[in-house]
């Protein structure tokens, strides 16, 4: 198996709701990342995981919050989260210096 | 400071013709540099890499890149575009001894048929 998973593929939320994406990998990497993406920019950093343990976290609001369950699965889940955080996210894991990319997530906030 | 500079915003070329994206980096570091490429709503897909050796690199999907160490630059190449290649494409470097990548702003390909 050599992709990384996400799902789900798109996600409408309201303000108030409780939501998580799921990420996942069977390629015995050790480190597994999100990112955000608006629309025509670059994927922004905004945790990374290493060990199953939270290494990078640069500076995102506590409406996301990262879990890594296990070497495989990362999850991020969310919370209150405002119109602003409508964007596509993606999770990668990496093997040295080359990180593999999922799909995404498209998330939209109402 | 590091970054990563892609000079062109937006690209359109004709089906058939050759096509070349411009990437330049600052790093003080020997720089892990890659170029992905991403259809609309997806995500990045890796076309090819450089870290060391033959300065020449071959991709996916007909791709190339030659690394110019002088020059701080790594740019893509494809001698015939096809329809399908109209994307974005992103240049990054990566970080030596962090997980970090430094992304460029992207250029959007757009082929005429």
């Known amino acids: 198996d050599t992709e990384v998973t996400q799902t789900p593929k798109h996600l409408v939320m309201g303000m108030t709701n409780k939501k998580s994406l799921k990420c996942e990998q069977h390629?015995?990497?050790?480190?597994m990342y999100w990112y955000k993406q608006k629309a025509k920019k670059p994927p922004e950093l905004m945790f990374v995981y290493s060990y199953e343990k939270l290494s990078i976290n640069e500076s995102v609001p506590s409406r996301f919050s990262p879990e890594c369950p296990n070497s495989s699965l990362l999850n991020l889940h969310l919370h209150a989260l405002q119109p602003e955080d409508s964007a596509l996210y993606l999770c990668?894991?990496?093997?040295?210096?080359?990180?593999?990319f999922g799909p995404g997530t498209r998330l939209t906030v109402l | 400071a590091q970054s990563v500079t892609q000079p062109d915003i937006h690209i359109t070329v004709s089906e058939g013709a050759s096509l070349e994206l411009r990437c330049n980096y600052s790093y003080g570091a020997t720089p892990y540099l890659f170029w992905y490429v991403q259809s609309p709503g997806q995500g990045l897909q890796l076309l090819l890499k450089?870290?060391?050796?033959?300065?020449l690199v071959q991709g996916i999907k007909g791709f190339e890149a030659e690394f110019k160490r002088s020059q701080s630059s790594f740019n893509l190449r494809k001698p015939s575009v096809h329809w399908s290649d109209a994307a974005e494409y992103f240049c990054a470097v990566g970080l030596s001894g962090t997980y970090k990548y430094i992304f460029g702003t992207g250029t959007r390909l757009k082929v005429l048929a």
């Open positions: 390629m015995g990497h050790r480190a």
């Open positions: 990668a894991s990496s093997h040295g210096n080359e990180q593999f």
């Open positions: 450089y870290f060391s050796g033959d300065t």
